[in-house]
């Protein structure tokens, strides 16, 4: 029943989701269908050329797809485009084999008659070659392409929509009617694909190679017919209208990007909305983006003009100074040398502060006397920690804080998100890491330890904007100014609760905020 309501509740968004995930689909596909075959057409001629192309494509097939993802981004910037490329080099490797491997199995004796008759090389290959191989080349291009419905949900780690969008928001808060709501329609999109594409396969399948009654068979052809074209013109007009839809001649634009978790998307969606309440400028939001270095380098690239760091990241994760406790020596060094070495704003600092915190089950609190980090010291060495792939790879994350407080947690291991928190209340890890502000401490009833060494740097939100972008928006410096105040540990709690807890959106969540305190009308 939860699942139904939450379905009917956030329809729009999961209707606009699925198209953009079949749009991106479809045109990974194409792409690859259009380098594919000529390539595999191309081996099938040139032997020597054959095994250097498709050892390569195995290669690219092998690369785990976050990690190739990751190389995208340097190159590419994130959004659309890199996703599409990720998808189109998955999906080649199946396309090039078939395609070779059906004109190379084509029996020689039928060649040697197509020559016999007078035919070029190249008729040769248009006229007896392709439609002969066209079954098993079209067998590739249905793996290819229902492979690439899954693999099309890693686009929304890099801001390119779809609907892994539910599915990653999903696990961050512990939403499983979100998760459900990404996974099942992708599922629903791969079993449809399967099904065109084989209706596909079998159309182009000579009719003499066919079993059956040839009447039967005339008539199930034009009933398959019928239903693929029905299937392109939809496709054709969802391109058409939502291509329609999206052209806009105004030139006045911002994109506003985030970190990928509760707090980044409600700061996200309330900063767009404050803008283009107070603004004629139409903002692009392009939300849930990665970690602190996947948002850097779509900065530096262009891909978002504006998002929401905190100073200890800027401090220590990219500007690479150890760590040091004194607010206002963080904030002055991250404003100065990003605009001298970076070209980057920082505007003024806001009022809450989502420092890392260690977070322990109240019972176990209880039982070891815990309340300071320092406290930990007595057990560390028979405990697991779960932490997340930032904390456990930063200077001012686990291997800083072990140092200073000078004991050695027993096993580590890697949790990405909301699932650590799980993982804690099923007695599976005994610590984790966690933000001062996260509305999942809330929800799981959670004790944090006192940093009673001040090792954790000074976390506090502050809004980073390129220059060029606030040279040609300067109210926008105003406008978070104004924000900023009604943003403190205490609102930011509450808010994150909201997501991870009552399941509400986090553009919701960030607009009702707005309208209640009078900042939007």
């Not at 956030?10 to 995930?21: A, D, G, K, R």
């Not at 995208?72 to 078939?98: E, F, H, Q, R, T």
């Not at 978790?261 to 969606?269: A, D, P, R, S, V």
């Not at 099923?426 to 966690?434: L, P």
């Amino acid at each position: 029943m939860n699942f139904w309501n939450y379905i009917i509740s956030n329809y729009p968004q999961i209707f606009s989701l699925l198209i953009e995930h079949l749009k991106l689909t479809a045109i990974s596909v194409g792409l690859a269908i259009l380098i594919g075959v000529p390539l595999g057409i191309f081996i099938s001629f040139a032997a020597k050329a054959s095994k250097p192309i498709l050892a390569v494509a195995n290669v690219i097939q092998a690369i785990p797809s976050m990690a190739l993802l990751g190389f995208m981004i340097p190159l590419l910037g994130i959004g659309v485009i890199p996703a599409i490329v990720a998808v189109v080099l998955y999906s080649l490797l199946p396309i090039i084999k078939n395609t070779y491997t059906g004109i190379d199995n084509i029996n020689p004796q039928t060649l040697e008659a197509a020559k016999g008759i007078g035919l070029t090389p190249f008729q040769v290959l248009t006229k007896v070659q392709i439609p002969l191989a066209l079954p098993v080349i079209m067998a590739g291009v249905r793996i290819a392409s229902v492979t690439a419905v899954g693999l099309m949900t890693m686009a929304a780690f890099i801001g390119a929509g779809g609907l892994g969008y539910l599915v990653f928001s999903g696990i961050r808060t512990v939403n499983n009617n979100q998760i459900l709501a990404g996974a099942i329609p992708a599922c629903l999109l791969a079993l449809m694909v399967d099904f065109l594409i084989g209706l596909t396969e079998k159309l182009v399948t000579p009719v003499s190679l066919q079993k059956g009654d040839a009447s039967v068979k005339k008539k199930s052809r034009n009933i398959q017919k019928a239903m693929l074209g029905a299937a392109a013109m939809l496709v054709a007009a969802i391109f058409l209208f939502t291509s329609v839809g999206s052209v806009s001649g105004d030139a006045r634009t911002l994109s506003v990007g985030s970190k990928d978790f509760t707090e980044q998307e409600i700061l996200g969606n309330m900063v767009a909305d404050l803008i283009e309440d107070r603004t004629d400028i139409t903002v692009n939001r392009k939300l849930s983006l990665g970690g602190s270095q996947v948002c850097f380098a779509a900065m530096k690239t262009g891909d978002i003009d504006l998002y929401i760091d905190y100073s200890g990241t800027s401090y220590t994760d990219i500007l690479k100074h150890p760590p040091i406790s004194d607010m206002e020596q963080v904030y002055k060094t991250v404003k100065e040398e990003y605009k001298e070495q970076l070209n980057l704003e920082v505007l003024k600092q806001m009022s809450f502060n989502n420092t890392y915190t260690l977070a322990v089950t109240k019972e176990m609190a209880e039982k070891y006397h815990l309340d300071k980090i320092s406290d930990l010291a007595k057990i560390s060495d028979t405990l697991t920690s779960g932490t997340t792939f930032e904390f456990s790879n930063r200077e001012d994350g686990l291997s800083g804080l072990q140092k200073t407080y000078g004991f050695q947690i027993g096993k580590r291991l890697t949790l990405d998100s909301a699932p650590r928190y799980t993982a804690l209340g099923s007695g599976e890890v005994d610590i984790i890491d966690a933000f001062s502000t996260d509305g999942l401490l809330k929800k799981f009833d959670l004790k944090t330890l006192e940093d009673d060494k001040n090792f954790f740097p000074p976390y506090f939100a502050i809004p980073v904007i390129r220059a060029e972008a606030l040279e040609k928006y300067p109210e926008i410096a105003g406008i978070m100014e104004e924000l900023a105040p009604f943003l403190t540990n205490e609102v930011m709690i509450e808010l994150n609760y909201k997501v991870d807890e009552l399941q509400q959106t986090p553009a919701a969540v960030a607009q009702d905020f707005l309208k209640e305190n009078g900042l939007i009308s």
